[in-house]
C-alpha cells in the first residue's frame, strides 16, 4: 500500500480532537502534500473542516479487532483524542489494533492525565486507570510501533467547567480544596495540549515514552487566589481525604468521587516546570489566569443557565 509519508488518523471530534486537528494544521511543518490527515467519527463533523481533511465514519467503540486493523492500516500514525467514557477494554484494543496494523508506525493513545505509573493499580478509578496501565504495559513490551502518552494533567476545562469535579463552582459561588488547599495540581488547557503533540508529532522527534505537558502546577488554595483577584466573591470549602474517601465507600459506583479521590490523595497528579516538555523547548502555554481571562464570562454565563 502506497501511503504519504505521514497519514494521521485522528480519532475524536470532541474537544481535544478539534484542539489537535487546528495546531497541527497550523504547525509549520505541516503540508497537505506530505501530511494527510483523515479524521474517524462516529457521526459527521457538526463544523466544517478544511478542504484537505478527510473523514472516515465508525464506532470503535464497538468495532472489532480486525475491523480496527483494517482502518488503521491506511495509516502511518494514530492519534486517539477521545475516550473519557469508552466502555472497560475498548482502550486496550485500540492499542493492540495499532500494534497489529502493519503500516501504523506511530500511535499516541487517549492518556492525556495524570500520571498513572505512580498512581498504579488498584486506585479509587481503578476501572479505568487499571487498563490505561495495561496499555502502557504492552507499548513497552513491543518494538513495532513507536509510541508517546501525554501526561498533561488536569484539562483547564474540567477543573473550572465540570462543577461536579467540585472544585469550582460558579452557580453556588464555592471553590474547595480537594484534600487540603496546599494540594497540587497540574493543568493544562486542551489548545496547549494540541499545540505540544502537534510540536511532537511534527517536529520534535521524541522517543516512545511519557511526555509531561502543563499550563502551570498550582495549589487550590492559588486558584482561589486567582479568583479572587479575578473579583469574585467565592466561599471557600476545604474537602478532608477522609471525608472523600467516606462517600467513595457510600457511593463506590460514582464517578466524579473517584476522580475526587485521586486528586484529593494529590499523588501523581502534579510535577515541576522542569519536567515539562514545553517549558524545556521553551514554550509558553497558557496557566489559569490567562485561561481564566479569556473564558471566565462564558464559564458565569453558562453557570447562569444562558446557555
Given at each position: 500500500m502506497s501511503l504519504p509519508t505521514n497519514s494521521i488518523l485522528l480519532l475524536g471530534k470532541g474537544e481535544l480532537g478539534t484542539a489537535l486537528l487546528t495546531s497541527l494544521t497550523l504547525h509549520p511543518f505541516y503540508s497537505p502534500t506530505t501530511t494527510k490527515i483523515?479524521?474517524?467519527?462516529?457521526s459527521p463533523p457538526s463544523y466544517s473542516l478544511p478542504a484537505n481533511?478527510?473523514?472516515?465514519?465508525?464506532?470503535?467503540t464497538t468495532a472489532t479487532l480486525s475491523s480496527l486493523i483494517s482502518i488503521f492500516n491506511s495509516h502511518t500514525t494514530i492519534i486517539q483524542a477521545s475516550g473519557f467514557a469508552f466502555p472497560p477494554g475498548t482502550h486496550l484494543n485500540i492499542a493492540k489494533a495499532a500494534i497489529s496494523a502493519p503500516n501504523v508506525k506511530y500511535f499516541?493513545?487517549?492518556q492525556f492525565g495524570v500520571d498513572y505509573d505512580i498512581i498504579g493499580k488498584g486506585s479509587a478509578h481503578k476501572?479505568?486507570?487499571?487498563?490505561?496501565l495495561e496499555v502502557r504495559e504492552l507499548l513497552r513490551s513491543q518494538e513495532i510501533i513507536k509510541w508517546n502518552i501525554f501526561s498533561s494533567g488536569l484539562f483547564m476545562s474540567f477543573l473550572f467547567g465540570v462543577k461536579e469535579f467540585g472544585v469550582v463552582d460558579f452557580e453556588q459561588r464555592v471553590v474547595r480544596g480537594l484534600g487540603g488547599w496546599g494540594n497540587k495540581v497540574t493543568v493544562t488547557d486542551v489548545e496547549g495540549i494540541g499545540r505540544m503533540v502537534a510540536e511532537v508529532v511534527l517536529?520534535?522527534?521524541?522517543?516512545?515514552r511519557v511526555v509531561y505537558i502543563g499550563g502551570e502546577t498550582v495549589t487550590y488554595d492559588e486558584v482561589a487566589d486567582v479568583l479572587a483577584e479575578m473579583g469574585m466573591d467565592m466561599r471557600r470549602e476545604e474537602i478532608l481525604l477522609d471525608e472523600i474517601r467516606e462517600r467513595l465507600r457510600e457511593n463506590p459506583g460514582d464517578k466524579m468521587v473517584r476522580y475526587q479521590t485521586v486528586f484529593a490523595e494529590g499523588v501523581g497528579?502534579?510535577?515541576?516546570?522542569e519536567k515539562m516538555l514545553n517549558w524545556r523547548l521553551g514554550i509558553k502555554l497558557r496557566g489559569v489566569r490567562e485561561w481564566l481571562s479569556e473564558n471566565?464570562?462564558?464559564?458565569?454565563q453558562d453557570s447562569s443557565g444562558g446557555y
Open positions: 483523515t479524521l474517524l467519527t462516529r481533511i478527510s473523514t472516515h465514519q465508525a464506532d470503535i499516541i493513545p487517549w476501572v479505568l486507570f487499571d487498563e490505561f517536529s520534535e522527534k521524541v522517543e516512545s497528579v502534579w510535577w515541576e516546570k471566565l464570562d462564558g464559564l458565569l
